[in-house]
Every structure is written in structure tokens, then in C-alpha cells.
């Protein structure tokens, strides 16, 4: 168990929906990383929160958005979902003082847009 | 940005033969991670390991930063070792802030 909680662990919906998916870091780590896993694009970047602030954006479409609340829990919402939003959503914390430390990801939120 | 590759892409292998999973990248690092993600899509912390040599159980990895490369040693496999080994690396930037980036992986089936 790494410590980081993610919910829901599997999701089903259609195309033009959205959905929230939801992180709570380990204790005491401030950063939350998303990251995306697709069949034909591995293990992509999306976000990094760090203590409530967007420190860097990697490959995120602009339908999604994420944000870090006081508590440190995040949260990604994605929009008006296509059939290749599909996938394995991760979210990832580290301590990161102040640099990137070691990364700890959580179970992942399996998402299936019909 | 920073390129990671890994090989070999897919490994068969016995049960109890050892294995050598490389992992090359583009420019120097700062951090560099190895995972396995089991059949469930679990991602498993195996070693954090920028430089040096670790050792935990059957698995070791060296990282040589100056050459750019990273080397995971699987001993002894077992089937529960099978799954895709990840190697991930940080590059820092101004800001410090970037998320690691992934190889695509080492496709690994053990076969009792």
C-alpha cells in the first residue's frame, strides 16, 4: 500500500459526460501529480499541484482541469469525454522540498467512455 | 524534453532464470525511478535511484548518471514477477517542478 488513495477505482460512462476523479495524498507529501496511462501513449504527464498552486502542465487537454484544495486532496475533472479519453488515470505524491522527490502513485481510477 | 528508452521491449524467461532490464535517457538526470506494474495495473515502487547501486531481495539496480543509463537485475524469477518494469526520470527545471517521465517498458512473462 503506497499511501495514496484514489477514487473510484473503475468508471463507466458516455461520451459528451463528466466526470471527477479524486486523490488524497500520503500524509505529509504536498505535491499530487496526475498522470494518464493509454494503450498507444504509455504513461503521460498531466499536472502537478504543489500545496494548492499549478507548478507545471504537461500533456493535459484543455477539456480537463484539475485542482489541489487546503487539505491537499486533488481532484481532476474531465469534460465532455471522447471515446479515446479512455484509460488509466494515476495520481502520484512525493514530499518535493523543494525539488521532485520520490514519486508514490496510487491504484489508478480505470475510466471507460462507451 | 528528455527521452527514455527501455530494453528489451518483451522478455520470456523460465522460472528462476535472471534477467537485465536497461533503461537509457537522452540528458543528465536528477531522479530516476524504477517501477513494476503488476497485472491489476498497480504501480510498485521498486527502487528511487539516481546514482549508485541498490539492493532489495532478488532485485538490484545500478545507475550510472554520467553515462546515462540505469540497470535493473531481477534474480531467481519467480512468476509473480512478471508485468511491465517502468524506468522514470526527472529532468529539473527552473521552477523544479516537473513530473517524471516514462519509458514505455519491459514486457516481462516468467513461465513456471
Known amino acids: 500500500d503506497s499511501g495514496v488513495t484514489q477514487t473510484p477505482k473503475h468508471l463507466i460512462t458516455a461520451t459528451g459526460q463528466r466526470v471527477t476523479l479524486r486523490c488524497s495524498p500520503r500524509?505529509?507529501?504536498?505535491?499530487v501529480y496526475w498522470y494518464q496511462q493509454s494503450l498507444d501513449q504509455g504513461l503521460q504527464f498531466l499536472i502537478h499541484?504543489?500545496?494548492?498552486?499549478?507548478?507545471a502542465k504537461g500533456n493535459i487537454l484543455e477539456r480537463f482541469s484539475a485542482q489541489q484544495f487546503p487539505d491537499l486532496h486533488s481532484e481532476l475533472n474531465l469534460s465532455s469525454l471522447e471515446l479515446g479519453d479512455s484509460a488509466l488515470y494515476f495520481c502520484?505524491?512525493?514530499?518535493?522540498?523543494?525539488?521532485?522527490?520520490?514519486?508514490?502513485f496510487g491504484e489508478g481510477s480505470r475510466l471507460t467512455v462507451l | 524534453g528528455i527521452q527514455v528508452e527501455q530494453s528489451p521491449p518483451d522478455l520470456i524467461l523460465q522460472e528462476g532464470a535472471n534477467s537485465t532490464l536497461r533503461c537509457n535517457f537522452s540528458?543528465?538526470?536528477?531522479?530516476l525511478q524504477w517501477f513494476h506494474q503488476n497485472p491489476w495495473g498497480q504501480l510498485i515502487n521498486l527502487f528511487y535511484?539516481?546514482?549508485g547501486t541498490k539492493q532489495n531481495g532478488r532485485l538490484s539496480a545500478t545507475t550510472v548518471a554520467t553515462e546515462r543509463y540505469s540497470l535493473l537485475y531481477i534474480s531467481s524469477s519467480q512468476t509473480t514477477d512478471s508485468g511491465v518494469y517502468f524506468c522514470?526520470?526527472?529532468?529539473?527545471?527552473?521552477?523544479?517542478?516537473?513530473?517524471?517521465?516514462f519509458g514505455k517498458g519491459t514486457h516481462l512473462i516468467i513461465q513456471p
Open positions: 522514470a526520470v526527472v529532468r529539473y527545471s527552473g521552477g523544479g517542478a516537473d513530473g517524471l517521465t
Open positions: 540528458d543528465s538526470v536528477n531522479n
Open positions: 502520484a505524491s512525493s514530499v518535493d522540498r523543494p525539488n521532485t522527490g520520490e514519486l508514490f
Open positions: 500524509s505529509g507529501d504536498l505535491s
Open positions: 499541484y504543489y500545496n494548492g498552486e499549478e507548478r
Open positions: 535511484i539516481p546514482s
